[in-house]
């Protein structure tokens, strides 16, 4: 009876000393999270604030520049039917069309071909002033200006060239565009521009859109069934009004037309997850040229192309570019590069 008694009175005891101890000395599930979250936010702002080598964008800035410039020589062969006021579109019925009280677009002022050719004009000024990287913080805010002017006014001939030259020209708007390969550079005496996190900033914008058009654009294909049973490539390659290869001869590869229809949804829809990782960056990237080269080539959409691939061009790393120029090494190391990031 007494042992019992004492061990009641030694656990009792021991229940009051557990108590006593400091909340701290026990475990918190509180810790775990808020270790969660500080991982978290340090990853975040690893990601979007750490300094970046410009290089990568002063080489997007180049492409875009280039194909803007050729849309721009394409408005001034007919700028009246584009943005003028007896145009193709009526500004009237422009505004009918896009039902957006807050849409913008400098043609709307334009009261004259004359006024229309000089806008035009000045869009074409900007575009080869971002190309050579001369004044290039304004020639890049000046040519976005332009861009989203051109697809305000004349909505029916605005595609997906046109959306993803938006896409690119907000970044190089953003970032130092200007800091490597260009006429400022060179004037300032700065051949070899210093990482900033505004380059950073841009590449990051331009990345995260690119895998939010490929990831939607792939999602709005599953719901078509030619993707799920393999014949939607045979159906663009047999239309007549797109096509400028001939390449009705697949009809009698069904196996291949399957393959690469197939392979061609995975990319997509894959894209916004398997860019990232070093080990599958380089056969997405492989695959995005493949996919856009070819239909520039079928299709007849070689300008959209061209500027898919230019987008790509965000996951490609300054060591990279480096290691592909040889002008632009500093050192002479001629091995590849082993991040890509």
Same mark, same amino acid.
């Given at each position: 009876m007494t042992a019992l008694?004492?061990?009641?009175?030694?656990?009792?005891?021991?229940?009051?000393?557990?108590?006593?101890?400091?909340?701290?000395?026990?475990?918190?599930?509180?810790?775990?999270?808020?270790?969660?979250?500080?991982?978290?936010?340090?990853?975040w702002n690893g990601f979007w604030f750490s300094p970046a080598d410009p290089l990568p964008l002063a080489v997007i800035r180049i492409a875009t520049g280039l194909i803007l410039s050729w849309s721009c020589l394409v408005w001034l062969l007919d700028p009246d039917a584009f943005f003028g006021?007896?145009?193709?579109?009526?500004?009237?019925?422009?505004?009918?069309?896009?039902?957006?009280?807050?849409?913008?677009?400098?043609?709307?002022?334009?009261?004259?071909?004359?006024?229309?050719?000089?806008?035009?004009?000045? #869009?074409?000024?900007?575009?080869?002033? @971002? &190309?050579?990287? $001369?004044?290039?913080? =304004? /020639?890049?805010? !000046?040519? +976005?200006?332009?861009?989203?002017?051109?697809?305000?006014?004349?909505?029916?001939?605005?595609?997906?060239?046109?959306?993803?030259?938006?896409?690119?020209?907000?970044?190089?708007?953003?970032?130092?565009?200007?800091?490597?390969?260009?006429?400022d550079s060179s004037l300032?005496?700065?051949?070899?521009?210093?990482?900033?996190?505004?380059?950073?900033?841009?590449?990051?914008?331009?990345?995260?859109?690119?895998?939010v058009v490929y990831f939607f654009s792939g999602c709005g294909k599953l719901f078509g069934g030619s993707w799920w049973d393999g014949t939607a490539l045979w159906g663009a390659a047999a239309n007549v009004q797109y096509r400028t290869i001939d390449l009705t001869w697949t009809a009698g590869l069904p196996l291949f037309v399957n393959?690469?229809?197939l392979v061609t949804?995975?990319?997509?829809?894959?894209? #916004?997850?398997?860019?990232?990782?070093? @080990? &599958?960056?380089? $056969?997405?990237?492989? =695959? /995005?040229?493949? !996919?856009? +080269?070819?239909?520039?080539l079928a299709m007849g959409m070689m300008e959209f192309g061209l500027a898919m691939i230019t987008a790509n061009l965000a996951f490609v790393s300054a060591a990279t570019w480096r290691w592909l120029l040889p002008s632009l090494r500093t050192s002479p190391r001629h091995s590849p590069p082993t991040d890509l990031a």
């Open positions: 008694v004492t061990n009641a009175t030694g656990g009792a005891g021991d229940r009051r000393h557990a108590s006593a101890e400091p909340a701290a000395a026990r475990p918190s599930a509180a810790g775990p999270v808020r270790s969660w979250l500080a991982d978290w936010a340090s990853a006021p007896r145009g193709w579109l009526a500004p009237g019925d422009v505004w009918r069309l896009n039902d957006q009280p807050w849409q913008w677009s400098w043609f709307f002022v334009a009261d004259g071909p004359n006024a229309v050719r000089v806008l035009g004009g000045i #869009a074409l000024v900007a575009a080869v002033l @971002l &190309t050579v990287g $001369l004044a290039t913080p =304004l /020639a890049a805010v !000046v040519s +976005l200006a332009a861009l989203v002017s051109a697809a305000n006014r004349a909505p029916l001939n605005t595609f997906g060239l046109d959306d993803t030259l938006g896409l690119l020209l907000i970044g190089l708007a953003v970032g130092p565009s200007g800091a490597r390969l260009s006429v300032a005496g700065q051949g070899r521009g210093a990482a900033s996190v505004r380059a950073n900033i841009a590449l990051r914008l331009i990345q995260v859109h690119l895998c393959a690469v229809t949804l995975f990319w997509e829809v894959a894209y #916004a997850a398997l860019i990232w990782p070093r @080990l &599958t960056r380089p $056969l997405f990237l492989a =695959l /995005a040229v493949a !996919v856009h +080269l070819g239909i520039g």
